[in-house]
């Protein structure tokens, strides 16, 4: 079945860039997500790409997927304490209704 | 307009009791997934309503799950006979069409004692 992989833990100092790994092994996936969850909240989509895509950028946030090696990351630039929070990568399928299959997320810690 | 809203917040039940969580999904919003987030399964994929189509029961634990959703629009999980392992944050979220991005709500936190 599909599996999506991600390092646990990242610490960062303020106002550095973050970069935020995943890989999955669903060669069919069609988009792929990044979601934050901030302490005792919901989950909160922060960008998507579709699997044909190369790259995305959206203000102080880029992905990049290289789907030859089935690795998405997530860059935060100039992070911000703000932006302590878990981040959950996940992938879907569109013939499989788009049901999210997740990681089990990065914590990520800003240090001032 | 509002999003996706879950109901209770938060739940506290005693083994062997049977709960209902309600998810209000966002209005014209076609499809609908139940999510569940524990500790030791982190996110999993539960159930999945697409319009008048069979839904996905593919991720239910259990057949002590079930799910309803009435008229197209609000969904009710069911865990009959509630176990420890129950315990968590069960998460809906939906999407105005299954192509699209899915909006989650603020989650139903079980614990089972």
């Known amino acids: 079945g599909e599996d999506v992989e991600q390092s646990l833990f990242l610490s960062v100092r303020e106002g550095d860039s973050s970069v935020i790994n995943c890989t999955y092994t669903?060669?069919?996936?069609?988009?792929l997500y990044w979601y934050k969850q901030e302490p005792g909240a919901g989950l909160q989509l922060l960008t998507y790409?579709?699997?044909?895509?190369d790259m995305k950028q959206d203000q102080r946030l880029t992905v990049l997927l290289n789907k030859k090696d089935k690795h998405l990351s997530l860059r935060i630039a100039d992070t911000q304490t703000g932006d302590s929070a878990i981040y959950f990568c996940?992938?879907?399928?569109?013939?499989?209704?788009?049901?999210?299959?997740f990681g089990g997320g990065t914590r990520v810690l800003v240090k001032p | 307009g509002a999003g996706v809203s879950q109901s209770p917040s938060n739940k506290v039940t005693e083994k062997g009791k049977d709960v209902e969580l309600r998810c209000d999904p966002i209005?014209?919003?076609?499809?609908l997934y139940w999510y569940r987030q524990s500790l030791g399964q982190g996110l999993e994929f539960l159930i999945y309503f697409q319009g008048n189509s069979a839904p996905d029961k593919s991720g239910l634990p259990s057949d002590r799950f079930s799910a309803e959703r009435t008229g197209g629009s609000v969904s009710t999980l069911t865990i009959q006979r509630t176990q420890q392992e129950d315990s968590a944050v069960y998460l809906c979220a939906s999407s105005d069409d299954p192509t699209e991005t899915q909006y989650f709500g603020p989650g139903t936190r079980l614990l089972v004692l």
């Open positions: 790409i579709f699997s044909n895509m």
């Open positions: 209005s014209g919003h076609t499809a």
């Open positions: 669903d060669s069919s996936s069609t988009y």
């Open positions: 996940a992938e879907s399928r569109k013939a499989a209704g788009n049901k999210l299959t």
